[in-house]
């Protein structure tokens, strides 16, 4: 069955520190994954795409087949990366999500 | 351009009343979603609507309805409330091609007593 796993539900770092967010997928066939974000009292939005292969806000992501993973990282955390973030997948033929559990990121000061 | 909105933001209900979520999006997307978001599970998938006139089951589809009449609406009924309903939702809405984002609505928080 298609899964996508985070294995961190809180994930603790000092402002200016390196960041990777853990993203494994279980999925028969070409996965397309995403990472969202949810910033304090805003909604999800999207941070990235892996098709896109771009960064945004200093974050990237690259999709390893062999380890099945989509790790998130930023070099240098900032505070205002503190926020919800959720790995997913689209099931293909159906359009439906995946959404893995959630890692909250805090970036102490 | 509103994106997704959803109506109500709160609401208390009394296990086994009744209630309905409204979501809305002006995008013209084909697909809409619902999820429900509780902690630590994450972001899970109630129904989804892959255009007007159409509803799927998604994984936790027990307790809940959806209906699609009109493309740019998905209402989510709850026709006898539950404790365990207690919950976040959101509605999601996207153009349904391989690769394109979801857009989110803010979220309505229920609380079931």
């Known amino acids: 069955a298609q899964r996508v796993t985070q294995p961190e539900k809180l994930l603790s770092v000092f402002k200016g520190a390196p960041v990777e967010l853990k993203c494994n997928y279980s999925?028969?066939?070409?996965?397309?994954l995403f990472w969202y974000v949810q910033y304090s009292r805003q909604r999800l939005q999207l941070l990235l795409r892996?098709?896109s292969r771009e960064s945004i806000k200093g974050f990237t992501a690259d999709l390893n087949k062999g380890e099945t993973s989509f790790h998130l990282k930023k070099p240098f955390a900032q505070e205002e990366d503190s926020a919800m973030y959720y790995c997913?997948?689209?099931?293909?033929?159906?359009?439906?999500?995946?959404f893995g559990t959630g890692t909250r990121l805090k970036v102490l000061a | 351009n509103a994106g997704v909105t959803q109506t109500p933001k709160f609401r208390v209900l009394k296990t086994g009343q009744s209630m309905t979520l409204l979501c809305a999006q002006d995008?013209?997307?084909?697909?809409m979603y619902w999820y429900r978001q509780d902690p630590g599970m994450g972001l899970r998938l109630i129904h989804y609507s892959v255009g007007e006139g159409t509803t799927a089951k998604g994984e936790v589809p027990d307790g809940y309805n959806v209906s699609r009449l009109k493309k740019q609406n998905f209402l989510l009924g709850l026709e006898s409330a539950a404790p365990s309903q207690t919950s976040v939702y959101f509605c999601?809405?996207?153009?349904?091609?391989?690769?394109?984002?979801?857009?989110f609505g803010p979220g309505t928080r229920l609380t079931v007593l």
């Open positions: 892996h098709i």
């Open positions: 997913a997948l689209i099931e293909s033929g159906t359009y439906k999500y995946i």
């Open positions: 999925y028969s066939g070409s996965p397309e």
């Open positions: 999601a809405s996207s153009r349904g091609s391989y690769g394109n984002e979801q857009f």
């Open positions: 995008m013209n997307h084909e697909y």
